[in-house]
């Protein structure tokens, strides 16, 4: 159905204009006298009065509904609150800190809501040496209501229970404007931004069932931010940094030796993946090859960037799928973005005086943990903590995000608390105006209550998952055909 405002202007302006070319061919007659007023002309002016009342009419009905979005959003309970609070501080000034204690009721016919505050009060006023019924001071409460637009009528129950009736009509105000606007949430005081970190697959390794807990997780608390009006910035922290791409590469480099020109077909990372495993845990001299490759890589040699891409695109590609099936829209921005940034926050620790040494190793003590972040290896390499903290200053410093989320399961809370931790010491964010926050879920379990794999013992790829789930519900909607409608 179209709108009835623009309906009615369209037939407004049509018959406006044909008033115009009636008026206009009276003008072009000669003759004056000769005219005979048209009937056709005074029964369109007639009608054009009637529809310019109408569209006024039509007009300020659709502001009443549309103005007041937040308003209709009206928190009865709330609303009560301010009114019995009211009531029951005026009932009782000699009490500091009155019970407030508003409720729905359970059963309809006693009322919408109750105020159970009567009793409190009269124990408090007992403790003080008086002695007080509890009708009494539910009588006064009911006194001293102040005007409002919602409450219909009360009445005392029992010992001192206040029934609390709703208007109508206020009630019907409410629904139909929830029917009409749908679920107006409160509107934000300020513009606020949460970077969700989720999804965050390892580059090369198969996206896994357990990164679909966080996919899902991840994007469902976007989709609500989104909803209450935050600025959200989407953020998959894919693990693409790390040591496997040192025998990757080299393994690339043996199985492909023409991959600079030619693109490699690795359709199948998860296999190549396992292969390069397999010659790095059993050959000495290839292992010593991929250890050099990955310093080769994060010094940048353009012939290990393109191997390193190659690799990542594959990995692209397969991740894509799974988006694309769920509708998801992720910026990538893995462990691989903050190579510059990790070097600085080093420097900054270390400037700062909180960087120990540790067997070769660069650590730091967070105050309150018992196991430090390691920010450079022996090697000189840098590790998940070292990405994590320079993830977390990006977000605070550059983003300047009022609210930042990690979404990974439990077994991770440790990394977090520890990298959050020591980001408050550092005096990075300050945890009461910032809200930085680990959500963590558990670890996805199969029939036997033990980690999610298949028979073989690998874990299940998620689009295999997805795929039987889709496949699974369609089954189920042929069973009772529901699948024709
Ligand atoms: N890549 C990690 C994994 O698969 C998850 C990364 C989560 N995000 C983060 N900023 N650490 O376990």
Redesign the pocket.
Known sequence: MGDPVNEYTARLQQQEREIRSLSAEIESLKNPQNLSPSPHLDQLREENAKLKYRINILKRSLQEERIPCSKAMTNINQQLQEIFGEAIRASCPELDNPPQAVTPNQQAKFGDYQCNSAMGMAQMLKAKGVKVNPKEIAEKIIQNLPDNELVQKTEIAGPGFINIHLKRPFVSKLLSNLLINGVQPMPLASRKKVVV?FS???IAKEMHVGHLRSTIIGESMCRLFEFLGYDVLRLN???DWGTQFGMLIAHLQDKFPNYLTVSPPIGDLQAFYKESKKRFDEDESFKKRGYQCVVRLQSKEPEFIKAWNLICDVSRREFQKVYDCLDIQIIERGESYYQELMTKVVKELEEKGVVEMDEGRKIVFAPGQSIPLTIVKSDGGYTYDTS?LA?LHQRLFEEKADMII?V?DSG?STHFQLVFAAAQMFGWYNPQVTRVEHAGFGVVLGEDKKKFKTRSGDTVRLMDLLDEGLKRSMDKLKDKERDKV
Do not use: F, L
């Open positions: 970190d965050s697959p390892n922290h894919v693990g994590d993830a990690y990974t991770q």
